[in-house]
């Protein structure tokens, strides 16, 4: 098939931009957002931000109680159940790298060529309300925004992005997204991409490891400090945090993000997609940004946007992942100071994820109660 050919096999895609596929259904999460699930997402990413523990912090600076991570929005706080009672089995078939099998609303779609793999490639989320400990979320909306087809290393298919809204039980808007993903065949006969080289253990012997980098020694943040519109300036750097992806790591994260999708830590499934390896999911992505975008603003500071970011290259297992990023502007509007942030994730092989704009707000210095959580 000619370069032009499979191309324009697209084009009832293009013609269906602005379609809203979502209908008026609406899909509620199978669970409240609970504590428990709160601290074993932060436990994966080493974030120990009292918002998210402590029920007294996140009152001191105006929020009614503890809230969950605003990473989690896009899909931890919004996922539907994998089995219910009453339903028939979610593992039907005897092929241990088979998918999980889910109970889930599936929205229709436009015309397609047939591919055979999807993956999440780029997101822009916007933050308009926090989400507290007995929230149960729920999404609206699959409104078809772009197609761009496009060859790429691992296979032949097009970039599809879609926007959608969660709010919460009262019908609160708290997030307005667009989530891109990447429906593609793969390359017959070939993986393109090798697969990171292993990371190093201890010599025979015994011999220690190197000495561990600053990001890596236990967390330092002092939370009573507070970073304010006035103390930053264009070009300060954001702190980097190094994130070492492990297969225990993996699995841990895909747990607590309740992504079960056997390439986030089946070495063998995510090579047959084109992956060079097992690789971390895009709300693991998300949390690596929030992580260090926080350690910056501190507890007052308020994230109002994240992206777009795109996904270049796979993070993958025996990798670290160092996120940090420069601040890029500073302005006012009205009584509130804000700060974009120009952040990215990088591993050996170079830039993984952005670079990509964070929009957050700073409280400032001498106002009252600072910036505040979102009404």
């Known amino acids: 098939m000619s370069e032009g050919d499979w191309q324009r096999e697209w084009d009832p895609t293009i013609a269906a931009i602005g379609t809203d596929y979502g209908g008026d259904r609406v899909v509620i999460a199978v669970d409240e957002v609970e504590r428990g699930a709160i601290r074993r997402y932060c436990e994966v990413l080493e974030f120990d931000c009292p918002l998210h523990h402590d029920d007294g912090s996140a009152r001191s600076v105006g929020y009614r109680g503890i809230v969950a991570p605003v990473s989690g929005i896009s899909q931890t706080w919004t996922r539907e159940a994998h089995w219910r009672p009453g339903m028939p089995t979610r593992y039907p078939v005897l092929d241990p790298d088979a ?17 055979s793999l999807t993956f999440v490639t780029d ?39 879609y926007e959608s809204e969660v709010r919460n039980q009262q019908g609160e808007l708290v997030a307005r997204s667009r989530n891109g993903g990447y429906h593609y065949t793969p390359f ?35 939370w009573s400090q507070q970073r304010h ?26 747990a607590v993000n309740l992504d079960f999708s056997r390439v986030h830590h089946n070495a063998a499934a995510a090579r047959r997609t084109g992956a060079p390896d097992m690789y971390a999911n895009n709300v693991f992505v998300q949390g690596w940004w ?17 992206g777009p970011l795109r996904m270049r290259i ?5 990798e670290t992942v160092t996120t940090s990023g420069v601040v890029r502007r500073c302005w006012r509007e009205g009584d509130e100071g804000l700060v974009e942030l120009e952040m990215q994730s990088e591993i050996s092989r170079g830039i993984s994820v ?22």
């Open 290 to 306: 929030e992580r260090v975008v926080r350690e910056f603003i501190g507890l007052r500071g308020v994230i109002k946007r994240v």
């Open 123 to 161: 997101l822009t989320i916007e933050y308009l309300r926090p989400v507290y400990v007995g929230d149960r979320l729920s999404r609206r909306g699959h409104r078809l925004v772009s197609v761009l087809p496009k060859e790429t290393s691992i296979g032949r298919g097009a970039f599809l992005t």
């Open 99 to 115: 998918e999980v099998l889910r109970e889930e609303v599936r929205f229709d779609g436009p015309p397609e060529p047939p591919t």
């Open 229 to 254: 519109f006035e103390d930053v300036s264009e070009g300060d750097r954001v702190p980097a945090v190094g994130f070492p992806l492990t297969i225990a790591r993996l699995v841990m994260e895909a």
């Open 188 to 222: 017959a006969g070939s993986e393109r991409g090798a697969a990171p080289p292993a990371t190093p253990g201890p010599a025979a012997g015994g011999a220690s490891f190197p000495e561990a980098p600053a990001w890596a020694r236990a967390p330092s943040i002092d």
């Open 354 to 375: 952005g670079p990509g704009p964070v929009i957050v707000s700073l409280p400032l210095r001498g106002a009252s109660g600072g910036s505040g959580p979102a009404a």
């Open 314 to 318: 796979f993070n993958t297992v025996g």
